[in-house]
């Protein structure tokens, strides 16, 4: 099976602008989640969908937000951004395995704010 | 809340030493316990897990054992080899993953 793909790879915006990240999960997941990663505070959780419906959310700004398609595919988009979202951003898709929910990542999507 | 906190390195061992990353958490109930490796300029892999308490994960000759007592699931490897080297992330699961800050290693020959 194919894994997680992210696309794209690298981004480069200026303050202000907004960007849309796109992930693909492994076939047959339901649930996507996403997570920023940065050097001062680590691996965060964003939030996470199943069947199209945001299940979860973590701690973040309203700038932030996502979607899901009925193929699985997620979205997560970024408004205003700012300096501070400059990160990776880490998606990763979900199955129930041995007792508990494995995650599997993509490689995730190094974002650069200007 | 659900927290977890491992030793933050970074960790230089030589080729064949012995690693223990420690890792200890605080959760409410009884959560899943994952350790997870990133190589440079990838994602994080799933390197093992364990579902409950004396369950022990093992995967590449890495080892963790649940332990529900001390509120830790160390890792471990009994011989290092330089293509270990990578950031490794402890990890519990509760409605989503709650990640320690990582402990990069370095194996050298």
């Known amino acids: 099976k194919a894994g997680v793909t992210q696309t794209p790879r690298y981004l480069i915006k200026t303050r202000g602008q907004q960007v849309t990240l796109s992930c693909s999960p492994i076939?047959?997941?339901?649930?996507v989640s996403w997570y920023q990663q940065t050097p001062g505070q680590g691996l965060q959780f964003l939030f996470e969908?199943?069947?199209?419906?945001?299940?979860n959310k973590g701690n973040f700004p309203g700038r932030f937000s996502g979607r899901q398609f009925s193929n699985s595919r997620s979205e997560m988009n970024v408004s205003t951004l700012e300096l501070g979202d400059s990160a990776l951003y880490l998606c990763?898709?979900?199955?129930?395995?041995?007792?508990?929910?494995?995650?599997?990542f993509g490689p995730g999507t190094r974002l650069t704010v200007t | 809340g659900n927290s977890v906190t491992q030793m933050e390195g970074p960790v230089t061992l030589s080729e064949e030493a012995f690693l223990t990353i420690n890792c200890t958490y605080t959760a409410t109930g009884y959560p899943s316990l994952f350790w997870y490796v990133q190589y440079p300029g990838e994602g994080l892999q799933l390197l093992l897990k364990a579902t409950k308490a004396d369950d022990k994960g093992s995967n590449k000759g890495f080892e963790a054992t649940y332990r529900k007592e001390t509120t830790s699931f160390h890792l471990e490897k009994g011989s290092v080899q330089v293509s270990d080297s990578a950031v490794y992330f402890c990890?519990?699961?509760?409605?989503?993953?709650?990640f320690g800050t990582g402990t990069r290693l370095t194996v050298i020959p």
């Open positions: 990763a898709s979900s199955v129930f395995k041995g007792g508990t929910y494995e995650q599997y």
């Open positions: 990890a519990l699961n509760s409605d989503n993953l709650f």
């Open positions: 076939s047959g997941h339901r649930s």
């Open positions: 969908y199943f069947s199209e419906t945001q299940r």
